[in-house]
């Protein structure tokens, strides 16, 4: 598989992901409430993430302070979206809820003045 492919590939996962989180979020939101769905989701992605690093010695995490500072926001803005698809999947569905994700990205590249590598 060519490097462009297995990038499709890889994107097309990510978005069948997407897909299946904001109704699986949005269903511990409708249960337990929308900080505890958002904790429960960042909980999650944590331990999928942090069992690798952990056999792989922490990987390059010592390294975070060379990052740029207002780089470290972007757990913040996980935070912000995992919220947001929360609010709106019970009421506008998955479909709309991503669209509407969609176009503020589109509206925020327009304006960014961060480097899109």
């Known amino acids: 598989m060519t490097s462009l492919a297995l990038i499709i590939v890889i994107g097309l996962v990510g978005g ?3 897909g299946l989180q904001a109704p ?3 269903a511990i ?3 337990l409430g929308i900080l505890e769905s958002v ?3 960042h909980l999650g992605g944590m331990v999928a993430v942090g069992v690798p690093l952990l056999f792989m010695g922490g990987g390059r995490l010592a390294q975070w302070q060379t990052l740029p500072p207002y780089t470290l926001t972007a757990g913040l803005l996980g935070v912000v979206c ?3 698809t929360v609010l709106m999947v019970p009421r506008i569905g ?3 809820a991503l669209i509407n994700a ?3 990205v589109a509206a925020y590249l327009q304006k960014s003045p961060l480097p899109q590598e």
Do not use: C, D, E, M
């Open 24 to 26: 699986l979020a949005s």
């Open 82 to 84: 995992v919220g947001s």
């Open 94 to 96: 998955v479909a709309a």
């Open 102 to 104: 969609v176009i503020g």
């Open 16 to 18: 069948v992901a997407i």
């Open 39 to 41: 904790f429960i989701v």
């Open 29 to 31: 939101n409708q249960r």
